[in-house]
């Protein structure tokens, strides 16, 4: 409990500082909590973001870009508090080898963006970036 006195006796002082007597501190605080409560309401609808995602197939880490279509809420979640890292096997995409360079492969973008989409059903992957080049020894 003292913290939060000592919160709002800062919050006194520098309104009391900054802006005067004309506006009260509750008022400042009610202002808060009315833009918090905003922004929560605004999460219910559909957005479209891009949500950087680290992909590992067969232990070689890359990062890819998503781009993703869901409610605000599910694509806050999957930004930021979700797991980003994306453990998949060779079976799970599909590889074309790189022509003239030895245990190279190329991870198609149609079967990243299928296997990325199975393990994220609360959001729709419209696109991934392009991965690079993946070092498998066979």
């Known amino acids: 409990m003292g913290k939060i006195k000592t919160i709002w006796l800062h919050v006194k002082d520098f309104c009391v500082a900054h802006i005067g007597r004309k506006v009260t501190p509750l008022f ?3 202002l808060g909590l009315s833009l918090i409560l905003w922004y ?8 479209t ?3 950087p ?4 197939v067969e232990g070689d880490r890359h990062r890819v870009t998503c781009v993703v ?4 809420h599910n694509i806050l979640s999957t930004r930021y508090f979700k797991r980003k890292h994306v453990k998949l096997k060779r ?4 590889l074309r080898p790189v022509d ?12 990243l963006l299928n296997a990325l989409s199975i393990r ?3 959001i729709k992957i419209v696109s991934v970036s392009r991965m690079p080049y993946v070092q498998i020894e066979n």
């Open 28 to 30: 400042l605080v009610m």
């Open 40 to 47: 929560v309401s605004k999460l219910q609808y559909s957005y």
């Open 49 to 51: 973001a891009e949500v």
């Open 53 to 56: 995602v680290v992909v590992s």
């Open 69 to 72: 279509q869901g409610s605000g």
């Open 91 to 94: 079976s799970d995409v599909e």
């Open 100 to 111: 003239g360079m030895e245990n190279t492969w190329e991870v198609t973008p149609e079967s």
């Open 120 to 122: 994220n059903a609360d």
